[in-house]
């Protein structure tokens, strides 16, 4: 079988009608995948997808690409496999129709055999759109890779090998393995199917055959069960991998096809008594939140960028993630089982109920099976894959229609995986909407939308959470999971533990402002096995969601949840787009356990006093920096975090006084003091002894400075430059902003260019951007295998250089 990367010498652009002239603007233009074709579109306060889209106009694109089709190909099975369009993807061969796939989340094949024109050139084009059908920024785009295949009639499918972990204990572990074979020929076949298995250290450690007939134009299913002694168990702490290669024998004893799985082993259990368990030991998850777009790179998907997500996110101290609010990419599957990462992957953001105006709601009572057929064998051999959700605040969940939806769904996930457990993501209030909105009174009336009326309704959140209405409406939906997930509804925590004893819940989206006491909550009861908060990775569009305002701006209008233009990301993860951890994260880290040191993150000089106006998604606007464009003596609000009694402040040796942590917020001591440059020392105590201590100094003479974090990339990786002002020491200049060009010598292209900024009227293609608190992130991609350069210019200061090697 010949497998290969089908991602350049394409085209994108608009998609004309029939009847429409091609313009200048129009015109395709060259590009490699994984694509975003939004992206780069002119945003404007008045596009029609708005806030949800961070104000990025939608449409209609058709991606290209002409390629050869040699004549011994006939004897072939010629195929592309699609990892994800979005959406309501069309692919036509030389003209023809060949697929559609409306989800713009699930991998598909298209099977080219029939329309291929042998001996000549051949034409793909896919169509992908966006409108109108999401509530975050989705694109419309090939936007994760696709492959071209050419196979054997006879062969095995994508995702055709399965591994099911049995009867583990120290001493061995079974394996249940399943291998489909499709044979695509005239005729009745008779073939043997060979499995070994290769430990994580590269031994062979088990292997077995079969033989298998397999009907023309039909499939059969090759089985074994193999014992490997000694196993090393996939965890958090140890992520042990084990592959099984397959190789595909016909009549003769030639080899057809192989093929190649990674899977881990591992136990997983759950009840309310001991909560989740994982190789018999108990884990809490410490989760977050992710979408699936990459920041500056759009919704494109690049393994390296993913990869990259997942090991910041596990460095600031999360062992789970939650693809929020559809099914992860598999590079992303692929790094949680490479760093050890549980993940919760997730169906859909709606069912038969639209939440936008052109949602795929209309069509999901056909395409469940589909869709969750998709899922399935996308996930089934990822160890880090512990729980399927179903869906996220599904609107008519409290309904008896809703609640046989949620029946059936979790069957269906069973029939096709009984391992993992099932979920889904509550939200008694949007399920109770319009009796909710009457319930919340004047603050229900007014909101624009449920967010809005979630963030405004304060204490009587809680309570309507905790209602009977919600009891009872919500109920039958509930007790179809192995694990009920709430969002934004800790009130119900300690009430199911009476009402339901045998409930086990997890904290599926929660406000981030709120993290110690939810973190509390699930150290302390058992029956909660985790908290995902509401983001760990910032995104594009909700824009502002969790932004701070200064209300004392002339002509200051709240509007609710929803930033106004220019508002383009959310605002409310604890990385930033750029990978950046943001306060918030440090703070979560001391609350879950991780983090002895203090942290200190003081609030901007020139803002001291004034009023703001927040959401439940925000933070608050601190910086940890002692470098501002301010004048001594200006007065300065400064946070300390610290997992202490007590924390005394110092400034160039000198103390400025002692403050109690927890008095206002836990964890957290303020003071209030006035800035002068020096060395800003955070000093924290426990009991009277000291337990850590934290400093920050003020920048000296700042530069322009550029690093790499990986100098050696693979041809098919990516390169991340992270550009600071800041002085010989790196200590970053936050209050100092500027315009900074990239320049890439080499064989290599800019992909994108950004900040943590979340308002902004700046493109991600570069070549310019204007830092935000002293920092920009450039991502590079090779286009051969030549020596790199990136540089860094900016009016007054020298430039800034790396060089990367591609291997």
């Known amino acids: 079988m010949i497998r290969e990367p089908f991602l350049d010498d394409w085209t994108a652009g608009p998609k004309l009608g029939a009847f429409e002239a091609p313009t200048p603007e129009s015109a395709p233009r060259p590009v490699r995948l994984p694509h975003d074709a939004m992206r780069d579109l002119p945003r404007s306060a008045d596009t029609d997808q708005g ?26 099975t010629v195929r592309l496999e699609f990892e994800g369009v979005y959406r309501d993807a069309v692919v036509f061969l030389n003209g023809d129709a060949v697929v559609h796939e409306a989800n713009g989340y699930n991998a598909f094949e298209a099977v080219l055999d029939p329309y291929l024109r042998y001996g000549e050139p051949n034409r793909v084009t896919v169509e992908a759109r966006a409108h109108r059908d999401s509530r975050w920024y989705s694109a419309a785009r090939i936007y994760r890779p696709v492959h071209l295949v050419v196979a054997d009639p006879v062969h095995l499918p994508l995702d055709g090998t399965r591994v099911t972990t049995t009867d583990i204990d120290a001493d061995h572990a079974v394996l249940r393995i399943a291998t489909t074979v499709r044979n695509g020929s005239r005729h009745t076949r008779t073939l043997r199917l060979s499995w070994t298995v290769v430990a994580p250290d590269g031994a062979d450690v088990a292997s077995g055959d079969a033989p298998v007939t397999v009907h023309p134009g039909a499939h059969a299913v090759a089985r074994v069960r193999l014992t490997v002694d000694a196993p090393a168990l996939w965890s958090e702490r140890s992520p042990s991998l084990y592959r099984v290669r397959t190789s595909l024998a016909g009549e003769d004893g030639d080899v057809i096809d192989t093929d190649a799985a990674s899977f881990g082993i591992r136990r997983l259990q759950v009840d309310a008594a001991r909560g989740l368990r994982i190789n018999g030991e108990t884990v809490k998850l410490r989760g977050a939140c992710v979408h699936h777009d990459n920041g500056a790179l759009g919704a494109a998907t ?78 089934f051999n990822h160890p880090s894959v512990i729980m399927y959700s179903i869906g996220n ?85 509930a007790s179809v999971l192995d694990v009920v997930g709430f969002n934004y509804a800790e009130s119900r925590y300690e009430l199911d533990r009476e009402l339901f004893p045998n409930r086990v819940i997890v904290g599926s989206e929660t406000f981030p402002s709120r993290i110690e006491k939810m973190w509390e909550l699930v150290e302390r009861l058992d029956h909660v096995i985790g908290d995902f908060t509401w983001t760990g990775w910032d995104y594009l569009g909700e824009a502002g969601i969790g932004r701070v305002d200064y209300t004392d701006e002339p002509g200051y209008d709240f509007t609710g949840t929803a930033g106004p233009y220019p508002h383009l990301l959310a605002g409310c993860g604890d990385l930033d787009i750029t990978g950046f951890r943001r306060p918030v ?65 110092q400034l160039d040796g000198v103390s400025l006084g002692v403050a109690e942590v927890g ?95 979340i308002r902004t009227e700046e493109s991600f293609a570069g070549p310019s951007v204007t830092t935000y608190e002293g920092r920009a992130l450039a991502i590079v991609r090779p286009t051969g295998p030549g020596p790199i350069t990136v540089t860094a210019t900016a009016p007054g200061l020298a430039a800034a250089s790396v060089s990367i090697t591609v291997r």
């Open 51 to 76: 806030v949800h889209s961070g104000y990025v106009p939608g449409g209609v694109f058709e991606y290209a690409k002409t390629f050869d089709v040699p004549d011994d190909w006939r004897d072939k």
């Open 302 to 379: 690049f393994a390296d960028a993913e990869d990259r997500r997942v090991r910041l996110l596990k460095a600031a101290g999360f062992n789970a993630l939650r693809s929020a609010h559809n099914p992860m990419s598999r590079a992303m599957l692929e790094a949680c089982d490479r760093h050890g990462v549980f993940v919760m992957d997730e169906l859909t953001d709606s069912w038969t109920h639209s939440k936008v105006a052109f949602a795929g709601a209309p069509g999901f009572a056909k395409r469940w099976h589909h869709d969750l057929d998709a899922l399935v064998a996308k996930d």
């Open 393 to 477: 605040e599904i609107l008519e969940l409290a309904t008896p229609a809703g609640s046989a939806w949620s029946r059936r769904l979790a069957e269906g996930v069973r029939e096709r995986d009984d391992t993992r457990l099932v979920t889904n993501g509550i939200n008694g209030i949007i399920a109770n909407l319009d009796r909710m909105a009457e319930a919340a009174g004047d603050a229900g009336a007014e909101a624009s939308d449920p967010n809005t009326m979630m963030a405004t309704m304060g204490d009587m959140m809680a309570q309507a959470n905790a209602s009977e209405l919600v009891t009872t409406s919500t109920e039958e939906s």
């Open 585 to 649: 994260s440090y703070y979560r880290e001391i609350v879950f356990g991780l983090r002895a040191e203090p942290y200190l993150a003081v609030h901007p000089p020139r803002h001291h006093g004034r009023p703001t106006a927040t959401t439940p998604w925000s933070w608050d606007d601190s910086v940890s920096s002692w470098t501002w464009d301010a004048a001594a003596g200006a007065p300065v609000t400064v946070d300390v975090y610290a997992p202490a009694d007590e924390v005394e402040l």
């Open 663 to 757: 008095v206002e917020k836990a964890f957290r001591a303020r003071f209030e003091t006035a800035y002068r440059p020096g060395e800003l020392v955070a000093i924290a105590r426990r009991g009277g002894a000291e337990v850590g201590r934290a400093t920050l100094r003020t920048a000296g003479d700042v530069g322009l400075a550029a690093s790499v974090e990986e100098p050696e990339i693979s041809a098919d990786g990516l390169a991340f430059v992270v550009i600071s002002l800041a002085d010989a020491d790196g200590v970053v200049a936050v209050d100092a902003d500027r315009l900074v060009t990239v320049t890439v010598d080499g064989d290599a292209e800019l992909v994108g260019l950004g900040t943590g900024r």
